[in-house]
């Protein structure tokens, strides 16, 4: 069974720029979060979507936003990028919401590393 | 607003000891699950155990052991027997709720196992 894919791995952008990141989770899985992981901040949570709906959102600014497509598949995207917006971004998928006996416990992806010059 | 508090930046352990890396909570929300993560230096997040707080007895799996202590708010990890493939960032987490919801971390302990 394939895990959580993310692409890219790795971008390098500039202040200002925007940037869109992908996410594919297990299959099967309907529940989809981001977070960002900073030396500094630790894990924040960003989103959740769950069935093409956002279902939780973290405490980060308008310029970060997500979606979901019918396929499950999850997208998150940046706009004028900051230099503080470096960090790896991390999704993950859950069973969670779809039965009442999975615990939810979330897998992760390889997570994708944004530089911001 | 629920909280993880992780005290031990950084932990050794000899190789074959047991090790136990501390988590304490806060939440309001009777209902929850708590969590603890592993994430090696290649980065991706590796989920070890999983706690609810309804559940009356300790989880275990393979070599971890969660120490749950609902009244304290505390759900330490016990790793038995240490491997060299165990140093890694280790992170503890809780969800409040029944539902999917948002997963709030701790700031992780690193572990070194030394040989």
């Known amino acids: 069974k394939a895990g959580v894919t993310q692409t890219p791995r790795y971008l390098i952008k500039t202040r200002g720029q925007q940037v869109t990141l992908s996410c594919s989770p297990i299959s099967g899985h309907r529940s989809v979060s981001w977070y960002q992981q900073t030396p500094g901040q630790g894990l924040q949570f960003l989103f959740e979507y769950f069935s093409e709906t956002q279902r939780n959102k973290g405490n980060f600014p308008g310029r970060f936003s997500g979606r979901q497509f019918s396929n499950s598949r999850s997208e998150m995207n940046v706009s004028t990028l900051e230099l503080g917006d470096s960090a790896l971004y991390l999704c993950?998928?859950?069973?969670?919401?779809?039965?009442?006996?999975?615990?939810?416990?979330?897998?992760f992806g390889e997570g994708s590393r944004l530089t911001v010059l | 607003a629920q909280k993880i508090t992780q005290t031990q930046p950084g932990m050794f352990v000899q190789e074959k000891e047991a090790v136990t890396l501390d988590c304490t909570y806060d939440?309001?929300?009777?209902?929850?699950?708590l969590f603890w993560y592993k994430q090696p230096s290649s980065g991706e997040m590796i989920f070890l155990i999983y706690q609810g707080s309804y559940d009356q007895q300790n989880a275990t799996e393979g070599r971890y052991s969660l120490n749950f202590q609902k009244a304290r708010k505390s759900a330490n990890l016990v790793i038995s027997a240490s491997q060299l493939g165990d140093s890694a960032m280790y992170f503890c987490?809780?969800?409040?709720?029944?539902?999917?919801?948002?997963?709030?971390f701790g700031d992780g302990t690193t572990l070194t196992v030394k040989p």
């Open positions: 987490a809780m969800r409040e709720g029944r539902g999917a919801g948002k997963s709030t």
């Open positions: 993950a998928s859950s069973l969670k919401g779809q039965g009442q006996t999975n615990t939810g416990e979330l897998f």
């Open positions: 939440t309001s929300d009777p209902s929850y699950g």
